[in-house]
């Protein structure tokens, strides 16, 4: 019977040496396969005689039985150990940290503009909005700049395609062209509504005011610190029967005061040129206190409306007069919250932008 408690442990250690399941039906064929060990021994128990057959079969069976038990251990333990495997493989660590969401936030710019509008929009002003790719006539002519004007020169932009030679297409210089775009569709709506003639007289009946802020992008071939070629504007316009410089002047004081969170703040009409105001002014503001006080800072240009701009909003200027403003939404950014450089703003790094969230 020895061979037999040896071809159990033979069986054994063949099963053991399988590493993959292919492996054990390998060894398993060699044992308890049709041509195996196990059937040759039976095979070999014809020539027994009858009482010996009994006692060998018996033997033989049990050794069969132990070979298949530790076949079914074997098949166990592979299937244990690929299961390991496969876990170990799609391990989830729990312990890292979560995707985020990443807050965003408003550019600061943006949040400047939003501030003006909101301060403007208690005054009663409205808000408007118009092209970047302007027309001659609206960037320059209408407003009293015609070809050849030397204020042009210091409007160098970029022309873009599409415009005609009389009327070229360029990118819009200042916000002021929505001075003429808002004011003659005010003076059109107004005249439809009341059953006006639409014709080329200028408009000298009665008429509600025009209050309005025009925000937005302008383009100048100018960069360093303090210009970038794409910059804001801010562009205001009051137009009545009887608005005048005060107006301006307190409007604007009111404003600045309002945006700077400052009652001290001092402001200074200093006369300037710009052909679509007469007379005209630049304004400058100083800090009471603080790492700027005591000195002037221009923030804006302005003036009274100059009478050819009226009359190019389809408005008599005999009877409507006003005063209008261009402001950097850009410069005032700097200034509330002592940045240096403007190029920050639009380099697009989170370190700087994230500190205004
Ligand atoms: N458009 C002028 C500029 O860009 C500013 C301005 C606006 C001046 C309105 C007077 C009135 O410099």
Same mark, same amino acid.
Do not use: F, M, Y
């Given at each position: 019977m020895n061979d037999l408690k040896t071809l159990v442990e033979q069986a054994k250690s063949a099963f053991d040496l399988a590493v993959t399941p292919a492996d054990l039906e390998n060894a398993k064929a060699q044992f308890l396969g049709k041509s195996g060990r196990v059937t040759e021994l039976m095979k070999g128990m014809v020539a027994l005689p009858v009482d010996e +057959? +009994? %006692?060998?079969?018996?033997?033989? @069976? %049990?050794? +069969?039985?132990?070979? *298949? @038990?530790?076949?079914? *251990?074997?098949?166990?333990?592979?299937?244990?150990? *690929? %299961?390991?495997?496969?876990?170990?493989? *799609?391990? %989830?660590?729990?312990?890292?940290p979560g995707r985020q969401r990443g807050q965003g936030g408003l550019h600061p710019v943006s949040l400047t503009l939003e501030r003006i509008e909101s301060i403007f929009g208690s005054m009663g002003f409205e808000v408007a909005q118009g092209p970047e790719i302007e027309s001659d006539w609206f960037n320059f002519t209408a407003l009293n700049t015609p070809e050849d004007h030397p204020a042009r020169s210091m409007h160098d932009t970029f022309y873009v395609e599409g415009g005609t030679a009389q009327a070229p297409n360029l990118l819009r210089t200042h916000t002021s062209p929505m001075q003429i775009r808002h004011a003659v569709q005010h003076v059109k709506r107004h005249r439809q509504a009341h059953g006006e003639p639409s014709d080329a007289a200028l408009y000298n009946g009665d008429m509600p005011e025009i209050r309005v802020i025009a925000p937005g992008r302008t383009y100048r071939v100018d960069s360093d610190a303090t210009h970038s070629p794409m910059f804001h504007q801010c562009e205001g316009l009051w137009v009545g029967e009887n608005v005048s410089f005060k107006d301006l002047k307190f409007v604007f004081t009111d404003f600045c005061r309002t945006f700077f969170e400052s009652d001290d703040l001092v402001l200074r009409f200093r006369p300037s040129f710009f052909p679509f105001t007469e007379p005209s002014a630049e304004i400058d503001i100083q800090f009471p206190s603080g790492p700027l006080a005591g000195r002037w800072l221009e923030v804006a240009g302005s003036g009274q409306v100059h009478p050819n701009v009226i009359r190019n909003m389809g408005l008599d200027p005999e009877r409507y007069i006003g005063f209008a403003f261009g402001m950097g939404p850009d410069r005032l950014t700097m200034l509330r919250y002592g940045v240096n450089d403007l190029r920050l703003f639009f380099d697009g790094d989170i370190r700087f932008l994230s500190q205004f969230r």
């Open positions: +057959k +009994k %006692l060998r079969g018996a033997a033989i @069976n %049990l050794a +069969k039985q132990a070979i *298949e @038990n530790s076949l079914n *251990e074997r098949r166990q333990a592979l299937a244990d150990l *690929e %299961l390991q495997a496969q876990l170990h493989a *799609e391990a %989830l660590d729990v312990t890292l």
